[in-house]
């Protein structure tokens, strides 16, 4: 009776550990996606270099600890994350592949301007949409086009009935971006290395659009 209480402990701490490695999973996928879509995973958002090994890691273990533990073997093992690497390099192809099809068309309104910095590395893309009973707005996206794959990061909007409508980009620079609305200028700033915005445009000046 001890034998039997022991292994039934043992099972429970091991599926435990499978139950851990999947809500782990399920948390790493939220946070990915910005599901809740926090500011502080827009601005700095989980890498893809970290993200699908860590989830190829953690289902990999989970799979493995979800086995009867006679069959839980070297070979076995192996096999087990074996498979489950195909299937996440499956997945995250699927995933890449649909983020360069919907690049421009999931993005909220049409793209009327755009600016570069002098030295070529940085853009500024201005969207211009409209709120529901027809007033205009304008989303700010700061990207780097330099890279192996461009670098892009939400820098708020304009509310014409808060900032006044939008006239131009005044300016690009490493870490600075300067817009002209009607009501005067604004500015934004960014970190060039990491493209944080670390000065976003005031979120009165949007309403509550961004």
Known sequence: MPLLRDAAGRLTRTQALAGVAL???????SAYWNVARLAILRDHPVPGWVFWPATWLLLGTAVTLLMPAERRTRTVTA???GVTAVVVAFAAGIALVAGVLSDSSSRRGELVDTAV?????????????QAMLGED???????RRDGPGTTERF????FAESSGDYERVRSVEPGTVRIATERGPISIAFDPATMAVTKRIPADLCAGYG
């Open 137 to 143: 707005g304008w989303d700010v996206v700061v990207q």
């Open 155 to 158: 820098a708020g909007c304009l």
């Open 79 to 81: 096999l087990t994350f």
């Open 23 to 29: 809500v782990s999973v399920g948390v790493l996928v």
């Open 117 to 129: 910095s002098a030295d070529g590395r940085y853009q500024v893309r201005i969207r211009h949409w």
